[in-house]
């Protein structure tokens, strides 16, 4: 009878045979793993972040999984930020965490993953277009003001969100930035702008003094505007707990 009993295989937890390396009548070797079952009720999304990326992420934040087939994504949790550094990558491996009550996700889909590291409100912020780096590694943006004159202008530059950058210091809520074209334009240069002729048009490439003017953006006013840091992976394995 307690041979008998060690016929019978009871799984520790509830979930689906994901694995099944040995059949009937084979002879399991010590330590082969017989079946592999898993839990799909909750899935985990690895991702590789850099580093410089990752130190802004912790235990707990928020994010979203964009899965191929679905059309609103899956949100979910970070549950965890690896301390030590992928040897061969030099990336921070992270996990993010999401609900499968449907089990819609499937372990080893490739996912886009995208986190919200930090949120920062009333902030100015300026398009990533508009910020010139100096050999030097300072940051400046040309500022147009009332006379129409483009000045140098060094700015600190914060958290960023796609294109978006938040402005520490050196712009003002309304100061007028030029997105397009500020690259090689001499300091305290004088500028035309005009509008657009549709607002669906894009702006006309800009060139220097004398030619077509640059194309500019009106910083944030605070109040108006949060700026959030995200952190975005295209690629990212779903996996379910075994």
């Given amino acids: 009878m307690a041979q008998l009993s060690y016929s019978e295989i009871r799984s520790p937890i509830n979930g689906v045979v994901t694995e099944r390396p040995l059949y009937r009548g084979e002879v399991a070797p010590a330590g082969t793993p017989l079946i592999t079952v898993m839990d799909l009720s909750q899935v985990v999304a690895r991702a590789h972040i850099p580093q410089d990326e990752a130190v802004f992420l912790k235990k707990g934040d928020e994010g979203t999984m964009a899965v191929p087939g679905l059309d609103t994504p899956v949100e979910g949790k970070v549950i965890l930020v690896n301390p030590a550094l992928d040897p061969n990558s030099t990336t921070v491996e992270v996990w993010l965490q999401a609900a499968n009550p449907k089990e819609l996700l499937k372990p080893?889909?490739?996912?886009?993953?995208?986190?919200?590291?930090?949120?920062?409100?009333?902030?100015?912020?300026?398009?990533?277009?508009?910020?010139?780096?100096?050999?030097?590694?300072?940051?400046?943006?040309?500022?147009?003001?009332?006379?129409?004159?483009?000045?140098?202008?060094?700015?600190?530059?914060?958290?960023?969100?796609?294109?978006?950058?938040?402005?520490?210091?050196?712009?003002?809520?309304?100061?007028?930035?030029?997105?397009?074209?500020?690259?090689?334009?001499?300091?305290?240069?004088?500028?035309?702008?005009?509008?657009?002729?549709?607002?669906?048009?894009?702006?006309?490439?800009?060139?220097?003094?004398?030619?077509k003017e640059p194309a500019l953006e009106t910083t944030a006013p605070q109040g108006e505007s949060n700026s959030k840091s995200k952190v975005k992976r295209d690629v990212a394995k779903v996996g379910g707990k075994k």
């Fill in 108 to 211: 080893g889909t490739s996912v886009r993953i995208s986190v919200t590291a930090q949120t920062v409100p009333d902030a100015i912020v300026i398009p990533g277009s508009a910020v010139l780096t100096s050999p030097e590694g300072t940051t400046s943006v040309m500022v147009v003001g009332g006379d129409n004159i483009a000045r140098n202008r060094d700015v600190k530059i914060g958290i960023k969100e796609g294109d978006v950058l938040q402005a520490l210091a050196g712009v003002q809520p309304g100061d007028r930035v030029i997105k397009a074209g500020a690259y090689g334009l001499p300091d305290k240069t004088k500028v035309t702008i005009e509008e657009p002729a549709e607002e669906t048009e894009s702006p006309d490439p800009a060139k220097d003094a004398g030619s």
